[in-house]
């Protein structure tokens, strides 16, 4: 059974970098489509950008200039990085395995992270 | 900001139909690429509800189902249960091949 666990420290600081890992298990990292969604407290589903296994990105418009995902096939890891957060980046962060350019099939539990001084 | 247009919230008393829609554009929908569903129950990661318009995963009761016109989309949940009572999101891609979710619909079974 494929499992997908996001890691990373539960609250960053203002105008600091949020990086997360999401660590793959249960099946192959290749051919799949790797996206990264966050969850406001009380609010709606935010894609945040994906990552192909050819290596290739798109991303949220909205964090495009802030958002890097990478991909680590030797570890079957992907990564999220964040930079410059404020408040407003406080949310459930999931990592999601994805048929590219069709649908989500996994998710992982979801992380909360904290923009607090 | 999500471009994928729901209704903020439906509800209906145990056993009733509700639809929930999910109104795009031409570069999304309308463009000719699918719509996924998923089901968000609080405190958890969402589900794969409906996949390409009327597919549903193994697992996934038959009163869930799905249906796609020109730019929207459309779940109906037939026969409806307390254990429905969650928020519902549409999915698809744009012509940038960006995923795009709904806003996101509350359901409330009175």
């Known amino acids: 059974q494929v499992q997908l666990q996001e890691s990373g420290p539960g609250l960053v600081k203002p105008s600091e970098t949020l990086s997360l890992t999401c660590s793959v298990s249960?099946?192959?990292?290749?051919?799949?489509?790797w996206s990264w969604v966050r969850q406001p407290p009380g609010k709606g589903l935010e894609w945040i950008g994906y990552i192909n296994y050819s290596g290739s990105t798109n991303y949220n418009p909205s964090l495009e200039s802030r958002v890097t995902i990478s991909l680590d096939t030797s570890k079957s890891q992907i990564s999220l990085k964040l930079s410059f957060v404020t408040a407003a980046d406080t949310a459930v962060y999931f990592c999601?395995?994805?048929?590219?350019?069709?649908?989500?099939?996994?998710w992982g539990q979801g992380t909360l992270v904290t923009v607090s001084s | 900001q999500s471009v994928l247009t729901q209704p903020p919230s439906v509800s209906g008393a145990p056993g009733q139909r509700v639809t929930i829609s999910c109104t795009g554009s031409s570069s999304n929908i309308g463009a000719g690429y699918e719509v996924h569903w998923y089901q968000n129950l609080p405190g958890r990661a969402p589900k794969l509800l409906i996949y390409a318009h009327n597919n549903r995963p193994s697992g996934v009761p038959d009163r869930f189902s799905g249906s796609k016109s020109d730019t929207s989309a459309s779940l109906a949940i037939t026969g409806l249960q307390a254990e429905d009572e969650a928020d519902y999101y549409c999915q698809s891609y744009d012509t940038r091949l960006r995923l795009v979710f709904g806003t996101g619909t509350k359901v409330t079974v009175l």
């Open positions: 249960g099946g192959s990292i290749t051919y799949y489509q």
């Open positions: 999601a395995r994805g048929i590219p350019y069709h649908y989500i099939d996994y």
